[in-house]
């Protein structure tokens, strides 16, 4: 019937869609050098420079993975899998430093991960989708779902610190965080669990267009038998209007083994080289006179959300907005839900006191932030200069972190 449609892709099909796939893959030179400058012990600067880089053309072609995979599994999985993907990264390097006892380190990734997701990568997305199509929208539902279990992770960083100042003895205190960030832990990622059983099984059609349109489809339907008329405005819907199918984009242009391949050894090249990025920060950190909070909160979750951040650009570019929320949003619940209760359990694990005490600077950006994003997407739509907010938004906290003063904190 689809004769247009052609043979599916084959083993050298797949291997020449990577390969031709774009010009960030001539940058692909910066991998071997990033590695071979680490173990020639060049300078920090050179190293930081150079896996910098060599994470830029990875991060490229794990969106491809992804998109190829997203196309046979729906959105959901895809933007579930992007999101997983990214956040690997984040959480390997923080077991490497929880290992090492930098508990501020994991703190500060974890934050700036989570802002880094929320404002940047969501603020790219909206402000290039919204250059191009003027106006997008997005499944509110899936999003404000996302947005009020991130909610639920400013109540989980709140409480140990109003719990830790109400507390006269400081060591009753720390003893008292510690136990409430193991329990927290631990209904956190219990809540995490429940979360992925509603967006996989329970209430799939709210992330997942395909899923959606079946629903409407059965509604009408039923309608038309029962010789009722249905309104087709329904909140399924909101998400998925105006937007453009192309089919020459839905087509897979690689097979799954292939794109599943790619996606685990990308990743693993992408560790590498973010790992002998943070192994050159220190001698960064002295070359160039910033503070490690700045690296540990802005720099380092940029480069580990690399993958997010050319991904949802991408799917921004192409109007799937269902897609860029799922990735930003939840990978940014992912990170407070999924990683930091693990990172939490491990350091209990290991008797390292990792806690849910923050510094109380870092907390109050964190709540200001989820609560900006809540009043841009309560309307289920998108414009350039909400990206711009955002953008903003992400700028003053660097700034702000910047001239943060090195401190002890509350560790």
Known sequence: MDEEQGSPPTFFDSLKAFSKHSYFNALLIFIPLGIVGHFLVWSDTVVFVLNFLA???????????????AKRAG??????LSATFGNAIELIISIIALDEGLIRVVQASILGSILSNLLLVQGFCFL??????????????????????????????V???????????QIAAQKGVLILSHGTAILLLLIYILYLFFQLRTHKHLFDPEAAKELEEAKKLAAKESGAETESGSEVEQGQKDKPLDKDDDKPTTTISVSIAALIIITGFVTICAEFLVDSIDGLVKNLGISTTFVGL????????AAEHVSSVTFALKNKMDLCIQIALGSSMQIALGVTPVLILIGWIINQPLTLFFETFETCVLVVSVLIVNYLIQDGESNWLEGAMLL????????????????????
């Open 128 to 157: 290039f989708g919204g250059i191009k199509y003027k106006q997008q929208n997005f499944n509110m539902t899936a999003a404000q779902t996302s947005s009020s279990l991130l909610a639920l992770t400013m109540l989980s960083l």
């Open 392 to 411: 903003a938004s992400y700028g003053i906290i660097g700034l702000a972190f910047y001239f943060y003063p090195e401190t002890s904190g509350n560790q």
């Open 55 to 69: 994470i830029i053309p990875l991060a490229d072609l794990l969106t491809f993975a992804t998109e190829e995979i």
């Open 159 to 169: 409480i140990p610190a109003a719990y830790s100042s109400t507390t006269e003895s």
């Open 75 to 80: 959105p959901t999985v895809g933007g579930l």
């Open 298 to 305: 802005i720099l380092i979750p940029i480069v580990g959300n």
